[in-house]
């Protein structure tokens, strides 16, 4: 064998030992850079997390605390607050910069709110520096709003006419949806509701002994369901809600995109007061709008009324004794009428009387006033803007601009030396002698005396001269049978007039007055009232009595994509993008009109809804009041104030002809069923089923069974600015929207 010389076998092990010894040392280098490293990283994770808990810590102890009470931007605790305490006994870290707003939702008139906090934390690093670690959280929190109610009721009472202090839930009412009350529930002894969703009473009431306060035929299955097998309860307890609350409909009206006044002939110095109607009727593509003047009954007779001839001759201020024209052309156009702006008068009336003092002591800025001819076929309504003496012999009134409207054939004026009268006929005194209506009584359920008012709960007016027995013209009309009639008459305060929808939410006020709605929403809207309105009495300006503002359901009020049912598309299925609010300063009132069933069903039959129903000071209820059945109870009773009918009927509703008395003979008066998908909220139980027991002691009775549910679209799209929930301190009662970190880099 082979040896290797000695130089290569002696120290041949050195270089290994030098390479293995330089790895060795990499190796451990590495690791204790290794470990150093992980140490640091370690300390700065822990203080990321301090940092988070205490940003959170602000956020809830804090931030969610302020957000539902502030009306700005606001930003607390700049310097910071230490927050807890780590095992050192030192902090865990401090928040600050507490930022609260609120900004709008897109696409949505409601706010949500939101708040942000940072919190901070130190540490120090192995080399002994500070460092300081920053973490900020935010949480975006939206209100909660009354339409997400099936069904609220402030107070478990009854609200309307003839209220005999009870009312319940019975038989036939099903309410699909979420239900709360801050009252006492009731329950009637002849039959049970079906709820199908949560039922809340306030812990207050409970406290107080109360939230049942009669189970009736019930018990406690009527809050039980079947749920995966298992019988659990839908009944909870919360705190009370405010109602109404703080913002209730300010915000609506503050952010009207049009306002109809409706208070324009209201409260003038010594006169009695003509009041204004108004209707809204949905279409495609928008809505149309009229106004109307009326009064409500009892009805002054009109002293300010003279006879004349007229003056087809004269133009300009110049008119022949005894005669009147307008002025200055006094030119009749065939298919237009007349479109002057003033009307001249002789100072002598055609019983050559001087009354040039009196026309100008009882005609004042804002009268209407009418001149027609002996059998009405004929006549002029305008609103008086000035009236002025010419001469000794003559008087000018103006007239306002837009208000001259001429009634009658357009293919003939008045006739020369044609006998005319000119009546103001908004200066009565007394009653009217060739009005039947007065030789009723109640037409107010309070004291008729100086001081006192119509409540919001009592009988509210629904009448018009133009709705009457014979109709306008003795054509028996209405606004559903001849609405041209109607739309034209000369109880036109303003013409019937299209408004687009445009392509925002639109918020209707309507001012000072009632308003009638029906028709078909395409759109998103809220219609908005005031609470009340005073006016000084037809019958006696002395007296100053309140008209509500009542919103007046008179026909099917759906939206475009509803089934033909009423029943609006669920979320699940598409839902839809059109939405209504009613908020009302008074109550929400199914009107007695024929299309929902008027008279026992003789010419239609239910109403269906699609809305979020708000009423303020009264409730969501049926106009039973003014229809009497068979001795239950007539006008002329004797029951004194706060009776529940006044015999509506002949000579003040053309559902009675003129040869039929004012009395409904009938047994029954029930009008169908309530189809309702949306939301209800009312101050007190409005009554929408008068039967056994009670005033009315007839089965089955007058009014609606309800079939409510509740329309989910409405989580998603409330009505534009719809009222949000308050507590009992008066915050905004909010849910939270959403939550997460903003990067501090």
């Known amino acids: 064998m082979m040896k290797l010389p000695r130089k290569y076998k002696s120290g041949s092990t050195a270089p290994l030992a030098v390479l293995f010894t330089m790895v060795s040392m990499s190796f451990t280098v590495a690791y204790l850079k290794n470990t150093f490293s992980q140490a640091a990283m370690e300390k700065y994770r822990y203080a990321e997390w301090r940092a988070l808990y205490s940003a959170e810590a602000g956020l809830n102890d804090v931030g969610v605390v302020i957000l539902p009470q502030i009306v700005g931007d606001t930003t607390l605790y700049s ?14 870290g401090k928040y600050k910069d507490i930022h609260a707003w609120t900004e709008l939702i897109p696409n949505s008139t409601r706010k949500q709110y939101v708040v942000r906090s940072t919190g901070v934390s130190e540490y120090q690093t ?32 009854p609200i309307g006419p003839g209220n005999t202090g009870t009312v319940n839930f019975g038989a036939n009412d099903q309410l699909e949806g979420k239900v ?61 809600i405010i109602f109404p609350p703080d913002n209730s409909a300010e915000v609506a009206k503050a952010n009207a995109t049009r306002i109809f006044e409706a208070d324009d002939m209201i409260f003038r110095t010594g006169k009695k007061d003509t009041l204004v109607m108004t209707e809204v009727n949905f279409v495609p593509g928008g809505y149309w709008v009229a106004q109307w003047w009326y009064l409500i009954p009892p009805v002054g007779s009109p002293p300010a009324e003279f006879d004349y001839v007229w003056d087809e001759e004269n133009t300009g201020v110049n008119t022949n004794a005894s005669s009147l024209h307008l002025g200055p052309s006094n030119v009749f156009t065939a298919g237009v009428g007349y479109s002057d702006n003033f009307i001249v008068l002789s100072a002598f009336d055609a019983l050559g009387n001087n009354v040039q003092d009196e026309i100008i002591n009882v005609t004042e800025i804002g009268d209407i006033i009418r001149i027609e001819n002996n059998d009405g076929s004929k006549a002029l309504s305008f609103s008086a803007n000035s009236v002025i003496p010419v001469g000794d012999d003559r008087i000018l009134v103006s007239i306002q601009e837009g208000t001259l409207n001429y009634f009658g054939s357009l293919e003939e004026g008045f006739l020369h030396e044609e006998s005319v009268k000119f009546v103001n006929t908004s200066a ?44 306008i013209d003795g054509s028996n009309c209405d606004i559903f049978s001849c609405p041209d009639i109607i739309y034209e008459s000369e109880y036109v305060y303003m013409n019937k007039t299209f408004f687009s929808k445009g392509s925002s939410p639109q918020i209707l006020y309507i001012k000072g007055g009632q308003v ?83 008279r026992g069903r003789q010419y239609g039959s239910n109403i269906n809804i699609n809305a979020a129903i708000l009423a303020m000071n009264g409730g969501f209820i049926a106009h039973y009041w003014q229809n009497t059945l ?97 507590s009992t301190n008066n915050s905004v009662i909010l849910k939270m929207a959403s939550y997460g970190e903003i990067d501090n880099d």
């Open 428 to 471: 009565p005194t007394g009653l009217a002698s060739d009005v039947e209506w007065n030789n009723f009584r109640y037409y107010h359920d309070h004291q008729d005396n100086l001081t006192s008012y119509c409540e919001a709960g009592r009988i509210q007016h629904f009448d018009f001269e133009y709705w009457n027995a014979a109709g």
């Open 79 to 92: 310097d910071g607050v230490n927050f807890g305490q780590d095992e050192l006994g030192g902090a865990v």
């Open 180 to 240: 709360h009350t801050n009252g006492d529930i009731a329950f009637s002894n002849y039959g049970c509701p079906d709820f199908s969703g949560s039922v809340t009473i306030t812990n207050e009431a409970v406290d107080a002994g109360g939230g049942i306060g009669s189970w009736g035929a019930c018990d406690e299955g009527v809050f039980e369901e079947n749920v995966g097998g298992e019988t659990v309860s839908i009944l909870d307890t919360v705190d009370a």
């Open 126 to 157: 192995t080399s002994g520096n500070d460092v300081e670690v920053e973490r900020t959280v935010y949480t975006s929190m939206v209100p909660q709003g009354f339409e997400e109610f099936m069904y609220f009721t402030d107070q478990e009472a």
């Open 516 to 598: 009638l709605v029906r028709g078909v929403i395409d759109g998103q809207y809220t219609i908005v009232t005031d609470d009340f309105t005073e006016y000084r009495r037809h019958d006696d300006n002395d007296k100053i009595d309140r008209v509500w503002g009542n919103i007046w359901l008179i026909d099917d009020l759906v939206y475009l994509d509803s089934y033909g049912s009423g029943a609006v598309m669920h979320p699940e299925d598409g839902g839809t993008n059109h939405v209504l609010g009613l908020v009302s300063g008074g109550s929400v009132i199914i009107a007695n009109t024929r299309p929902n069933g008027a």
């Open 630 to 726: 068979l001795g239950y109870h007539d006008w002329n009773d004797g029951l004194g104030y706060g009776i529940i009918a006044d015999g509506r009927g002949g000579h003040r509703n053309y559902y009675r002809s003129d040869g039929q008395s004012g009395i409904y003979t009938g047994g029954n008066d029930i009008r169908g069923t309530v189809n309702l998908w949306g939301s209800v909220t009312q101050f007190k139980r409005g009554y929408m089923k008068r039967n056994y027991p009670g005033p009315y002691n007839v089965s089955p009775g007058v009014g609606y069974d309800k079939n409510y549910h509740y329309d989910w679209n409405l989580k998603l799209r409330p009505p534009p600015y719809f009222p949000d929930l308050q």
